[in-house]
Nanobody, 125 residues
Framework: QVQLVESGGGLVQSGQSLRLSCTAS????????IGWFRQAPGKEREGVSC????????SYTDAVKGRFTISKDNAKNTVYLQMNSLKPEDTGVYYC??????????????????WGLGTQVTVSS
């Protein structure tokens, strides 16, 4: 069964860090592009970061540049999102998603086929 499972969310204070994990089963992430997205109550889904498995190209939305880092561990079939210096506006449900186009790295979400169920991140002030 093809499946994406996110983990690592939780409740933290402003300025603290979290590392989210996205583990795939049933397929290898090395043959897909992977993106992280988030959605807060009452707001539209937002692309946070992505990574291309073709050449390792990464991209970040302006709101998280310099604070978040995306990475991939092929041996564990897992993609990570290291989130430092967290702010209350980072609060939301974080989702990982995959695209069959290995060269893809965009944050629109329209080209991603498979999605996890999300993990909650809450940052208090």
């Amino acid at each position: 069964q093809v499946q994406l499972v996110e983990s690592g969310g939780g409740l933290v204070q402003s300025g603290q860090s979290l590392r989210l994990s996205c583990t795939a089963s049933g397929f290898s992430l090395d043959y897909y592009a992977i993106g992280w997205f988030r959605q807060a109550p009452g707001k539209e889904r937002e692309g946070v970061s992505c990574i291309s498995s073709a050449d390792g190209t990464t991209s970040y939305t302006d709101a998280v540049k310099g604070r978040f880092t995306i990475s991939k561990d092929n041996a564990k079939n897992t993609v990570y999102l290291q989130m430092n210096s967290l702010k209350p506006e980072d609060t939301g449900v974080y989702y990982c998603a995959t695209a069959q186009d290995i060269t893809l790295c965009d944050l629109s979400g329209s080209d991603y086929e498979d999605w996890g169920l999300g993990t909650q991140v809450t940052v208090s002030s």
